[in-house]
């Protein structure tokens, strides 16, 4: 199995609004946050690879322009914007697209917390 992957970050605010959480999650805040999306295929193409990295890099910063510098919030279907959603979000747009994501990673580099979603 050969997989690859290309990463591109946005800046974001949000809010929680979950029971479980803590309370000042329900405040409006910031974050930077890197994504990486791999893309993996038994064998090279034709071509020699699984797909051309510039066109996944692309489309990639593509996807998360919608998410820039904005209250993520605000942006359909990302009403409660955790990072399993926010996850979610990119992969269907990446689909949209005609790119079926193997994995994909968000991180909030400052605190030190990621997610991984393998879509199955």
């Known amino acids: 199995m050969f997989e690859i992957s290309a990463t591109a970050s946005f800046e974001a605010s949000h809010y929680i609004d979950a029971d479980a959480g803590a309370p000042h999650y329900r405040?409006?805040?910031?974050h930077s946050f890197l994504v990486t999306v791999s893309v993996a295929a038994q064998a090279p193409d034709r071509d020699?690879?699984?797909m051309d990295l510039g066109a996944l890099e692309?489309?990639?910063e593509r996807v998360l322009s919608g998410?820039?510098?904005?209250?993520?919030?605000?942006v359909p279907g990302l009403e409660?914007?955790?990072?399993e959603h926010i996850l979610?979000?990119?992969e269907s747009r990446m689909k949209a697209e005609g790119?079926?994501?193997?994995?994909l990673e968000i991180e909030r580099p400052t605190l030190r917390q990621r997610a991984v979603f393998t879509p199955r």
């Open 99 to 103: 790119v079926t994501p193997s994995r």
């Open 67 to 74: 998410l820039d510098h904005t209250v993520l919030n605000d």
């Open 48 to 50: 020699g690879w699984v």
């Open 80 to 83: 409660k914007p955790t990072f």
């Open 27 to 30: 405040r409006v805040h910031g």
């Open 88 to 90: 979610l979000w990119i």
């Open 58 to 60: 692309n489309l990639l």
